[in-house]
C-alpha cells in the first residue's frame, strides 16, 4: 500500500494496525503481508515510478489507485503510471 497526499503517513498507519489486527496480533503469514510506504516529500511522478519499478519488483501482484476527491483524475494517472 503506497500513500501519498494529505496526512499520507496516516493512512499508512492505518492499513498496518488493520492488518496487525487482522492477523490476531500475531505474525503474518508471508502470503497476507502487507507493505506499506508513505510518500510526503515525493512528487506524485515519483510515486507512480516507484509504484512501477520499486513495488512491484518486491513482489506486489497487483495495482489499484484509490484518489479520495471531488476531481476526477484517472486519465491522468493512467498517463503517469505509463510513463513512469
Do not use: Q
Amino acid at each position: 500500500m503506497i500513500a501519498w497526499g494529505i496526512d499520507c503517513s496516516s493512512w499508512d498507519d492505518y492499513v498496518d494496525l488493520a492488518s496487525i489486527e487482522f492477523n490476531s496480533y500475531e505474525e503474518s503469514p508471508d502470503a497476507e503481508v502487507i507493505m506499506t510506504t508513505w510518500h510526503d516529500s515525493n512528487t506524485l511522478e515519483e510515486v507512480f515510478k516507484f509504484a512501477k519499478h520499486a513495488a512491484i519488483t518486491h513482489g506486489a501482484l497487483d495495482m489499484m489507485v484509490l484518489h479520495f476527491s471531488d476531481i476526477t483524475r484517472e486519465e491522468e494517472f493512467a498517463t503517469l503510471f505509463e510513463n513512469a
